[in-house]
């Protein structure tokens, strides 16, 4: 009953705000209505919205119009990629760093932009209607330009400019403005892009876990390690909140000097929860050290 009335009392009051807020903008000379800014992770053009398989999109990355992006890719923060006079296509487990600006072709030129699977896109570069063969990086700053072709295994140095309708061949290093040949790659230089991508992936999983968070976990999560940094380390300490379900039908901390001595409860030199020493003797010298207490003048 309380609820109903409740709820009632909620939508009379919300409409009366609202007939108020409409019958005072009656009086301004410049009516001025405030708008909420959408979010631009997903945003349509000209009927073509994006499809995204990908694992994580900064809430400040920018996704527009007809762009296909593959599973387990990351757009990081500021990242812009805009589909909006021709398709843009990226594959599977690309990492796309902050600022990097992807975009395609139009007029006479009208190329669209190839991204194909496990390509390494550094901070702030800019790929423009070219393509970009597997496993291949680009270095920060670096610029791809109309028609350009990036192979296989091939690494564009950093703040380097690849001129419009160059072919990069495969495992090959390229710099400077415009971009030359430098020298073929080691297997290890190779080897590193993946290892590089993988480290990104698997950051951009906690990334989008963090970002997931509701408000009341974030200020719970505060409090607990607010409460955990003031706590003595030699006594009990909260369990986090991800591995309580472990411990259902235990006494939290039932092993730890300062919350059960010497009980049935408490197993001797056994650890269920993870104490902090590895026996009641080492528990119980512990506490008494704590305290100012010789055990050998004790027993004496």
Not at 110 to 136: F, P, W, Y
Not at 138 to 145: E, P, R, S
Not at 195 to 213: N, R
């Amino acid at each position: 009953m309380s609820q109903h009335i409740q709820k009632t009392l909620t939508s009379l009051f919300r409409q009366v705000g609202q007939s108020l807020d409409r019958f005072g903008r009656t009086f301004e000379v410049h009516p001025h209505i405030d708008l909420l800014q959408p979010s631009t992770r997903n945003l349509s053009f000209r009927g073509l919205k994006p499809e995204l398989k990908c694992s994580f999109i900064a809430p400040n990355a920018t996704v527009v119009g007809n762009v296909k992006i593959g599973e387990h890719t990351s757009v990081w923060y500021n990242a812009v990629i805009r589909g909006d006079v021709n398709p843009i296509v990226i594959g599977d487990n690309v990492a796309i760093s902050e600022k990097a600006m992807i975009h395609c072709s139009g007029g006479k030129l009208n190329t669209t932009t190839q991204i194909g699977s496990r390509v390494l896109i550094g901070v702030g570069a800019t790929i423009h209607g070219a393509t970009l063969e597997d496993e291949c990086y680009i270095g920060d700053k670096a610029t791809i330009l109309d028609g350009a072709v990036v192979k296989k295994h091939s690494i564009v140095a950093a703040g380097s400019v690849v001129s419009p309708k160059t072919v990069i061949p495969s495992g090959q290093l390229w710099s400077g403005i415009p971009a030359r040949y430098e020298r073929d790659l080691t297997s290890e230089e190779i080897t590193k892009i993946a290892i590089d991508l993988s480290e990104s992936t698997d950051l951009s999983f906690v990334h989008a876990k963090e970002q997931q968070k509701g408000w009341e976990q974030i200020v719970q999560e505060a409090d607990d390690l607010e409460e955990n940094l003031n706590r003595n380390p030699h006594y009990y300490q909260i369990t986090p909140r991800e591995q309580k379900p472990m411990y259902d039908e235990h006494v939290e901390g039932y092993t730890i000097p300062g919350r059960i001595f010497d009980s049935n409860l408490t197993p001797k030199g056994v650890e269920v929860r993870g104490g902090f020493f590895k026996s009641f003797e080492e528990d119980r010298a512990q506490v008494l050290k704590n305290f100012g207490i010789d055990d050998n003048e004790k027993k004496k």
